[in-house]
Structure formats: C-alpha cells, structure tokens
C-alpha cells in the first residue's frame, strides 16, 4: 500500500493523544531488526494483550497452542478493558510500558498506530506468507512495511432462520441475492410472518443494527471505487443508494428504526437468537456466539444459515466472489522488546498468523485469518454450528474489502463519518446535507486537498 495521499500534515500524536517523543515511523530502530534468531531451548517470558477474557477465549487458545509447541516459552496475558482498549493502549505506548505482543483490533487506527514509534516492523515474518494463497497479509503492507500480521479475519455475511422463513412460506438465500432481492423477501416477510403465528409488534423481517459501517462499509466495498479517489478525496456521494435502502427498510418498518436501536442499546445477539428477526446482516464472529448461545439457552433453538450478503444491484464490475468487508484483526509487536524476547515475540505473532493457531481458533468456531481445507474441515466440525453447502459457500468464498481504508487521517473521517450517519439513520438530516456536512467538515480538518 503506497501512501501517496494528498493530505496536508496531520499530527499524529493529537489523534491518539500520544506523547511520543524521539519517534519515527514505527519501529525503525535495532530492537525491531530481527537479527536475534529465536531459541525454542530458551526459558522465556512474553506477554500479550486481550480483552474480555473470561468471555473471549481466543487470546487465551492462541497462548495455549503456542505453549504447547514452544513448552519454553511462557505467554503471559494481560487483560485490558474492551470498550477502552485503544486508550490504555495507547497511554501504554506513550510510555513505553507496551506488552511483548498486542492485537490490532481494527484498521481504523492502524495508520496512527504505525507511527507512534511503538511498533516493531514484521516484513520479515510478511515474507513468508506473502505467496500463501491461504491468507491476505496486504492491508498491513505501508511502504514496504508491516507493523502487524492478521490472525483473524472475520467478514460480513447474512444469517437467515431457515425455520421462521419457512414456516412464513418465504423463500431462503441461494447465494444470488442482490439488495433488491433481500428487500422483496423483507417485505414479503413482513405480510407473511403474522400469519404464521409471530408478533407484528416485536417480530421484524431483517435486523439492520446501527453501527455505520453497516451502510457506509458496504457502500465502499461494493460500489468499486477505490478509496484514493473517493474516501480520501471526501466525495461520498456512492453512500447515497445504500442509505436510501437502509432508510427504506427503516421507514416500511422492516427493521427496528436506528432511533430505537441506538438509544435503547439493541444488542444484535439477541434480536437475532430470540428470533425477533428473521435475517440479519453481521459478521462471522457472530456464528460462535450463537453456537454458544444455543447451547446455553440464551438464544432459542431453531435451524439457522449464512448466506453470502446481497450484493449491489447497481454494480458494473463483476466479481467471480461475494463481495464484502471486514477489517482483519491483526497482532503487532512492541519496538521496545530486544534479544530473545523479541524473538520469541515474533516468533508467536508467525505463529499466530499461520495453519496451526488458525486450527485451534477454529476450534472454537473463531474465524481465522489463514483459510485452508483443514483450517474449514475443524470449524465445521464445531457441535452446533451450520453445515449446510450455502454456509460453507459464505464462509469460504468472498472478496473481503477493508471496512476502514488505511492512510493518513483516516481515524478523524471515519469519526465525521458516524457524525453524518446518526443524522441521516435519525433522519434529522436528508442524504445529501449531511453527506455534504461531512465533506466540509473534513476540509475544514486540513485532511484533504483541492
């Protein structure tokens, strides 16, 4: 990925609020080098941050898989808050006192992060998977450069209840629907479900959470721009199709309103698993949750699938695969690690990205970064989860976009961005004011240039 943005300078440290003095770009210094070679022989200690622990089990499965091929190798993990991850990390960078390794949850940030200085340079470990067709490492690729390599890779696909579709006389997915398709069985959902016995007061057709990457994400990644000459540039005027569906679907009161989901902290899992919507577009990582869920008790039982996510109906490139979005959740390296920690350090984030970490992720019905035939032989085999062709199918074959492009000043649009997404969903604002807002607003930044 070149950065040949045309932006005017933006401080970096005001961004994250980072206080980094002496600082190039991530890791340029000889602790990040290399040249220390691991010793598996070698008693070490690494530590490595997660969140949620007693609740997200993958940080914990990737120290596990690890310890048991390199018994010399301790993986210590140390909790961090979930919603306020960035920030103690960040404060931790600030002052040097950054775990060993350290995910990446999502690209928003990545840029900021690569140039805080505190972030060790991984080409080396990049060159051996950057021919393995079994994963993508390029959204980490700055000049040359990666401050971190994908362990997950979770991408945006449709979960339907094949019973409440049934029962209702709609017909299912088959893997060719556009929005427009999605939309006439919403509807059709919509006058059927009560006569099948639902509530039409609680029980929607669709669920469209709130989050704006459910509108602004897809809109990128199917309309085939590339976001140099229009994300970067501030023209947004390909988000205007995808919000006039999505305020559609609002307005026929096919989903629950964005007003009501957002104020009243709708939580997906549940509107999903108690079966108060029959189809709901989400990422991958939800499957483990309702595998867990189901087993549990906290979402019903009933037959449940993946389906590819509908596709633009107004697209004029085709594609051999769905295509969808997702940010890879990727593993980075502090620059402050030398000698045999950093070996070991590096050596567990090449872990982490390849078959074996992968495998033990699938265990746990986690969608990994690297896909294989045994990587989906082991998630399939998860008790609970769909196995049908056409989640097989959506599992496997997507063209994943990014849902935040990489570049300078991405984290401030993508924040001017929600801005117009809650005026719009709210519809205190029309499409094209507020899309119109945010375009100056990010001027007014200095992030753009004429």
Same mark, same amino acid.
């Given at each position: ?22 600082? $190039? ?271 549990? $008790? ?153």
């Amino acid at each position: 990925m070149k950065l040949n943005r045309v932006f005017k300078a933006v401080a970096v440290a005001s961004v994250l609020g980072l206080a980094l003095t002496g600082c $190039g770009g991530g890791g340029d210094s000889a602790a990040s080098s290399g040249s220390d070679s691991f010793d598996k022989n070698a008693k070490t200690e690494i530590t490595f941050a997660g969140w949620s622990l007693s609740s997200t089990p993958e940080f914990q499965t990737l120290a596990d898989a690890f310890m048991a091929k390199y018994p010399n190798v301790k993986v210590n993990v140390k909790e961090y808050s979930a919603d306020d991850y960035d920030k103690q990390l960040t404060a931790d960078i600030s002052s040097g006192s950054q775990p060993d390794v350290f995910p990446i949850k999502n690209l928003q940030k990545y840029y900021t992060y690569s140039q805080s200085g505190g972030l060790a340079d991984l080409a080396d470990i990049a060159s051996t998977y950057k021919s393995d067709k079994n994963i993508d490492i390029s959204n980490y690729e700055l000049d040359g450069k990666y401050y971190a390599m994908p362990y997950r890779q979770d991408s945006w696909v449709l979960f339907y209840n094949k019973d409440m579709m049934e029962k209702a006389g709609v017909a299912t997915p088959d893997g060719t629907w556009t929005w427009d398709d999605y939309t006439k069985a919403a509807e059709e959902l919509k006058d059927k479900l009560p006569a099948a016995g639902y509530d039409a007061n609680s029980v929607y057709p669709i669920y469209q959470h709130n989050w704006q990457s459910v509108v602004q994400a897809f809109a990128l990644a199917q309309t085939g721009y590339k976001p140099d000459t229009n994300f970067f540039k501030a023209k947004f005027d390909y988000m205007k199709p995808f919000y006039q569906r999505a305020l559609k679907w609002q307005d026929e009161k096919l989903t629950i309103d964005w007003n009501t989901s957002n104020t009243t902290s709708v939580q997906y899992q549940a509107q999903f698993g108690t079966q108060k919507a029959a189809m709901m577009p989400m990422g991958t990582w939800y499957a483990a949750t309702l595998v867990k869920q189901q087993k549990s $008790g906290d979402a019903d039982q009933f037959t449940w699938g993946i389906a590819p996510i509908p596709q633009n109906p107004d697209s004029k490139t085709k594609s051999d695969k769905p295509v969808t979005f997702g940010d890879p959740t990727g593993l980075a390296v502090s620059s402050k690690a030398t000698g045999q920690k950093l070996a070991a350090a590096k050596e567990f984030v090449k872990f982490c990205a390849g078959e074996g970490s992968a495998e033990a992720l699938a265990k746990i019905a986690t969608t990994p970064a690297y896909f294989s035939d045994n990587v989906a032989k082991t998630y399939f085999s998860v008790d609970g989860m769909a196995t049908d062709d056409l989640t097989k199918q959506a599992w496997q074959e997507h063209d994943t976009k990014p849902e935040n492009p990489v570049g300078e000043g991405s984290d401030t649009i993508i924040s001017l961005l929600k801005d117009a997404h809650s005026s719009i969903m709210t519809e205190t604002s029309n499409v094209n004011d507020a899309l119109a807002k945010a375009t100056q607003n990010i001027k007014d930044q200095g992030l753009v240039t004429e």
